[in-house]
Structures are given as C-alpha cells and as structure tokens.
C-alpha cells in the first residue's frame, strides 16, 4: 500500500518543490490509479508542478482521455516538452481525444519531427493495425557487424520502446527478419547481422483490423508485431501492452454487444461516465426491443380462445418461451466466442450447425421427459388435491403433460439451431455476429416457441 | 498460404526423410494449426516422424491436451528427447492433462532434475499464478560485472524465455530489482550490476488467482511477472504470451456464465468437444431455469382472473417482463465487466448502485412515455377501427395506455437496480457475480415485471 497523505500534505500547503519529488518518485501506474481518485483541482495541480519526464511516463499508463485531460493542468510553457517527450503511440492518441481547436494548438508545440509523425499517424483509423502502433521500433542492416548495430541502437535506445526484437530492413524498408537483442548481446562483435538474423517476416498491413493483429500476435506468441504499409515498408510495431489492451477491449465489444449495449465503451471507465453516456449506449436498444417484444404479445393474443378454453395452459408459456431465449443465447453464445477465437473459419460452419441440431436434440428431449413427467406428478398428486389448480372440462392430465414434454422438446431444438445460425448469418452477411445475436434470438424464438406450443394443445389436447 | 501437399504427398508415400525435413522446416504455430485440420492418424504419424526439437516448438502453440495427444503418435525411445526438450509450464501443463497411469510413465522418462521441478510445479493450483509460471527466468547477482553476467546469462540463453528482463537475486532468492538485456548490452562492461539495476520489485504470490497477475501485468505494462513464494522468494515469471492466453480464457469464462454455460471450456475448442461434453456444460442450466420459469407461469396463472376481464392486457405481457429482462442484462452486464476490469473497488459499489437507479429512473420514464404514447395511438386509430383489437367492456384506452407506461416505467427503474444490485451481492458474498447474475435477474424480474403490470391494472382500470 502506498502512503498518499504526505503528498496531499504537501499539496495543501502548496509546497511545489515537494510535491514534485514525491509525485515524480512514485511508480508511473500507481500514480496513474492515485490520480483517478483525485478530484479535478488537485489533479490539475498536482500536473503543474511535475516534471515533464514524470508527467509523460504517467500518461503512457492514463486511458488517453484521462491523460488529455491531466495536461490541462500544465503550464503552457512546459506543455511542449510533455507533448514532445510522449511515446508516439500515446502522443497520437491523446491528440485523437481532443477538440479540432485545442488539437492545433498542441500540434503547434510539437517539434517538426513529431508533428509530421503525429499527422502520418493520424491518418490511419483508430481501430486498425495502424492506429495502434507506436513507430519507436528498432531497425538494422543486414550488413552491419554486431558491433555497428550495438553502436546505432544504443544511440537511440532511449528512444525504442521494445528493443528485444529488432527487425533487419533492406534499403526501401522492407523487413529481410529479424534478430534478437539477446543475439546481439552474446555472440562475436565482429560477426554480421546476417549471419545472426532469422528470416521471420510477419507482419500485418496497416489498414487491417487491430482485432487480426491481436489473433496474430496470440497465434505466433509475438512480443511485437510489425506493422507495414501497402508496399510492404515498416512502419512500426504492435507491442504486447497494447495488444492486452486490444484484446480486453474486443472482449467487453462482445460481452456488451450480447447484452443490447450500443456503441463504445468510454475510457473514463463505468463510473466516470455520465449518465447521459451510459442513456445514449443503452436507451435505443431498450427502446426498440420492447416494441419487437410486442410481436410476442400480438402472437399471445391471437391465442385467445385457446387460453380461455384451458388457462392452465398458461402456467407453462414462460418457461417454453424463456427456454428457448437460454438455449439460444448458449448456442450464439459459444459460436460467437469461437468466431472470435479465430476457432473455426467459414467451411466448418455446416459442422457447427449439424452440432448444435444434435445437442438441441438430445438436450430438449431429455429436458422434455424431466418437466413433463415432473409437471405430472406435480399436477396430479399435489396441486389438484390441494386446489391450486382446477382443471375445466375433460382435459387429460397425461395428454397435458405430454403436451408440454413435446412442446419443450422441440423448442429447444430449434432454439440452439436457431441461435447457431444467426452469428454465422451475421458474419457471412458481413455483420457483428454478437449485435445481431441476442435481440433477434429472443424476438424469433418466443414467437417460435408460442407457435409451437400452443399449436401442439389445439392437436393434442383437441382445443 | 502456405502449401501442404508435398508433406501429404510424403506422408503418403511413407517418406519418413521428407516428412521430417518439411514439418521441421515449417512455422511452429503454423505446423500446430495445421495438425488441427488432420484426422488423428495422419497427424500421430507425422509426430512420429518429426524431430524431437520441432515437436517441442509445435507443443508450444499447441493446447496442453492437443499436445497430449500428439505425444501418443511418439515412439517411446524418442519421447523421453521431447518431454525433457519442453519449457518447463508447457511440460507441466500437458501432464496435468494426462490420465495418473500415463503421467507416471511420462515421469519416469523425464531427467531427474526436470522431474523434480515438474512436481514442484504441478503442486499448485492450475488457475493460480504457480501453476502457470515458467520458471525458465534469467536472474543475476548485484555484486557481478556486466562482463560477467552477461557471460552467465550466455550459458543459459537457450534455456531463458524472457531474458529482456533480468532480476536481480540475493542469497536467499529474495528480488532486488531488475536490469534490461538493453542496459546489459549497451553499457560498459566492467560497471557492476548494482549499478545499473532499477529497484522495482513488482511481483505476485504463486497461490493468487491468475487473474489478479493479468490485472497487474496491464497495469504495469510488464512483458513479465515474477512470481514468489509465501516468503518471498523468486520462483519463476508469468509471461506475456501466458498472460494473453490468461486473458483471453477469463473473458470467455465471463461470457459464458452470463449466458447461463457451466464447466470450463475444452481445450480442444468449440468444435472438437463432444456432443456429449457440450450437453454436460448445458444441460443443467436449461433444466433449472425451466423448473425456475414455471414460478413465472404460476404468478401469471394468478391473475387469470384479471386477463379474463381484459384480455388486451395479454399484449404488453412479454414486452413489459422482455423490457426488464433487458435492462436487468445491459446493468449486469456493465457491472460485471467493469468489475472484471478492477474498474472499482467495493467502497464505490454505491455509487455503482446509485448510478444505475438514476439510468434507470431516466431510461424508464422515456421508454414508458414513448410506448404508451404509440400505443395509444396504435390502439385508437389503427388497431380498432380495423377490428384488429377489441376492448371489452368501457376500458378507455387513455388509461389503457398510462397503464401501459407507468408499469414499463417502473419495470426499467427496478430492473437496472436488481441488475446491479445481483453482481455486487454475489461479489459481496464471495460467489462469482457472473454465475449469480443472468438467471437471478431473468427470474425475479419476469416476477417482478407481472406483479407491477397486473397491480397496475388493477389500480387504474379498476379491473
């Protein structure tokens, strides 16, 4: 546990020299976390009087939002050197958070070099490969000697952010491999890179998605992954701390998307967001599945005569229609994380679907068998002698049952059919398989369901 | 693309050389994928041709049970080269796979100091931060020259998996802090160790959950996690490739659970698992919430009277219980997540609560008046001049609709705080919030829902 109130102390009482010894010896993400619990002044405050070092190693560990705002509370005369000494990566997305107006004005203190760097950066989109990667990659020649490469490297290694893999590139860019620093370290200095180098050339285009970037990184077990342009030149890196990030944040797309949750989650995190934010991710969705969720009620009422023949019947319409909404949520729900997986690809997609038709088969009918014979026993010897329930005219208690069994058994099935068969329409119709998912689930398979069931009590039950 | 055929044509033809020299040859990770896609005696067969050094690199990128089965393609005399040939958590984590008989004849080939450190590994827990350390680490001494440590870690290197970060050891294991290859690489050769050591000493018990090392390998942005003993000794590192692997099955687990899937994910995937170890995840689930619906259907059953003096309520049923349902899902959800994200900490779980009734209140009162408002004039102008609906008796349909609203309302506003409110009971009393979570809220808000609606109608329709 770290021990805050010295600081605050010495915030209080307004003691710069203080403040900027402790806040500049902390631990960059401890700070990080310390200043999220921090009411707006003092954090601002606290910025002001850190040093520019101190200020960029806090921001690289801030969601870039957090950190935009954190430089509000630097002095304009020591803003430039916190913006010029930010990792690229970080740099660029910052100045993606800002106002246009405000980011001009930041463009304006960056040195020439960062500004060119920061605006090549800009133009790729913020969710692909290029948009994630930082630039402060290491480069050698394949005819360097060892010796040569340490010396070049060492006069930039403040400036690399992952140094254990350095990429050999030929004249134009293009990576020939790579060798490791470890390489370097422990042979001859006076072998070349060549003799040392492997002939790994993966890389991933810069227009690509950042989610195949993380699939390729978690396939391959990469540290880093270099990122190329359309010519194949390399123009940075995907390092591990970001692809952790990437992953985590295609993982709540997902989680999210299945529960009805619409756009993208803010940095600030859950609790830092307003209202209004949370309302505008979540109202559309609420909003529009009640009037689908109205179909459902059309398709109840027109069972109207059915129902008034025979109430009991209702006692079992929520759970016929709610075993489906389950059924069909675990189905989408495993196709849709092994899609995202990378676990099958579109020639497995009739496998997946006999898959699912059997599990729903077996699982429905032995849920099927259970709940009917249960609802039996329950019936008979326990809620009609008891009167808690009173069956009108001659209605069979085992054709009831049976009723419900077959009516269960084949809702089941085709809900995991069902539920299996939206994500893989989805992906092939080029959708979010997880947006389309849930919603439409729930809509087809309580009317489905209905249909069913009622359909079954005319027929069997003579209704 | 890379092309299979020769190494099928070879292995057809029995030309053991061939197949050796092409499976070797291959991409580690590619060579796994690829075996994915082979029947069980062709890839055993090629296993049984490969060298023991590129099965072990396949083992890598294979899951643990893939990995197993691989094995059983291995004649024994060669299997004892590849079993010793494994980095040391791959080992452990295949023979955690196997059945105790083969786990014993696996160890009796193993050399005695792999053996001993495979049973010390396999004493902790698979899920905590032990069981998925390796403990192929670099360290050195503060009191050594660069020039020697770089000379011993050299010795080693073959055996290292992360030798970009070198923790510096006492006597007794205890960490001092740590060097970089960078600092080893670029500084002259005769400063001590000491010298240029940073005193970070970030580490993680071996018997905390794996997930609280993920949690602290994003927060710090650490390529590697040293894990220590209760007396705080080095014992090995979680590395960055386990850590996206950790993070990957954690996120799963979570999406699982909220769509009401039990177990652990196979490693074999989504396709490879039976029918039969698919129903075992499912089936129980689907068989208890049906049993809990039907409390649904009894509620409902009760107000038979009600409906049958108004059946038109019958329509907004699903869509009131649907609604809360739905937003019961996305407040879970939101919850759950952030929690998963160590977004909060309980002191704020309030704040949390309070949040969520405020969305909801707002949520609730937008939904409601906007449906009852199409309602109404669904009802008015369209559904009964065409006979699509009638009302009974001298139902208004003005409060018909207000009806309709202030139940959809109310709905909302207590299904964000039950959604809420579940995850944070169950964090509270230790249970996972996404098991509690997806079926708790289903049930007691259907419930809920019914019992606001109909007491509703009651009131204002005086029914």
New interface residues.
């Given amino acids: 546990m770290i021990h805050w109130k010295p600081l605050l102390d010495a915030l209080e009482a307004g003691d710069e020299q203080t403040v900027r010894s402790l806040s500049d010896a902390m631990?960059p993400?401890d700070a990080a976390?310390f200043f999220g619990s921090l009411n707006d002044r003092d954090r601002h405050r606290i910025a002001g009087f850190m040093s520019a070092q101190a200020l960029d190693l806090v921001a690289?560990?801030l969601e870039p939002s957090e950190a935009a705002d954190l430089f509000h509370g630097v002095p304009l005369h020591r803003l430039g050197d916190t913006l010029n000494g930010l990792p690229d990566d970080v740099l660029v997305d910052i100045l993606q958070e800002l106002e246009p107006e405000l980011r001009e004005d930041y463009f304006l203190l960056l040195s020439d070099e960062k500004r060119a760097l920061a605006a090549k950066l800009l133009s790729f989109p913020e969710e692909s490969a290029g948009g994630r990667m930082t630039t402060a990659m290491a480069t050698v020649r394949e005819d360097m000697t060892i010796r040569q490469a340490?010396e070049e490297?060492?006069a930039k290694?403040e400036e690399t952010e992952v140094?254990?893999r350095i990429y050999v590139v030929d004249d134009e860019g293009h990576i020939l491999g790579k060798v490791?620093?470890?390489d370097?370290?422990?042979n001859s200095r006076s072998m070349l890179v060549r003799d040392i180098m492997d002939d790994?050339r993966l890389a991933i285009n810069a227009h690509a998605d950042q989610e195949e970037a993380?699939a390729m990184?978690?396939?391959?077990?990469?540290?880093a992954l270099p990122v190329v342009s359309d010519h194949g030149r390399l123009l940075g890196v995907i390092t591990?701390?970001d692809?952790?990030?990437i992953?985590?944040e295609e993982?709540?797309e997902?989680?999210?998307r299945?529960?009805?949750?619409g756009g993208t989650r803010d940095d600030e995190?859950?609790?830092r967001s307003s209202?209004a934010a949370?309302?505008q991710r979540?109202?559309f969705?609420?909003?529009g599945?009640?009037?689908i969720?109205?179909l459902?009620?059309?398709v109840?009422?027109n069972f109207?005569g059915i129902?008034?023949s025979q109430?009991?019947l209702?006692?079992?319409?929520?759970?016929v229609?709610?075993?489906g909404g389950?059924?069909g949520?675990?189905a989408?729900?495993?196709?849709i994380?092994?899609m995202s997986?990378d676990?099958?690809t579109p020639s497995?997609y009739l496998?997946?679907l006999w898959?699912e038709f059997?599990?729903g088969l077996?699982?429905g009918a032995?849920?099927g068998v259970?709940?009917a014979s249960?609802a039996y026993v329950f019936i008979h010897f326990f809620a009609i002698p008891r009167g808690i329930?009173t069956i009108s005219g001659g209605l069979g208690i085992g054709r009831f049952a049976m009723t419900i069994g077959i009516a269960?058994a084949s809702q089941?099935t085709v809900s995991a059919s069902v539920g299996a068969s939206l994500p893989i329409l989805a992906r092939v119709a080029k959708l979010d398989p997880a947006v389309v998912a849930s919603p439409a689930i729930?809509t087809i398979v309580?009317i489905i369901g209905m249909l069913i069931y009622f359909g079954l009590a005319k027929q069997i039950l003579h209704l």
């Fill in positions: 631990h993400a976390a690289t560990f340490i490297l060492g290694k140094l254990s490791r620093l470890r370097l370290a422990f790994e993380v990184m978690r396939k391959y077990n990469l540290i591990h701390d692809a952790m990030d992953q985590a993982s709540t997902d989680i999210e299945m529960s009805a949750i995190g859950y609790l209202v949370h309302l979540r109202f969705w609420i909003l599945l009640a009037f969720g109205i459902s009620g059309i109840l009422y109207e129902l008034a109430f009991l209702a006692v079992f319409v929520p759970m229609v709610a075993t389950n059924t949520a675990q989408a729900t495993m196709v994380r092994a997986l676990e099958f497995a496998k997946v898959k059997r599990i077996f699982m032995l849920v259970i709940v249960a329930i269960l089941v729930t309580d």
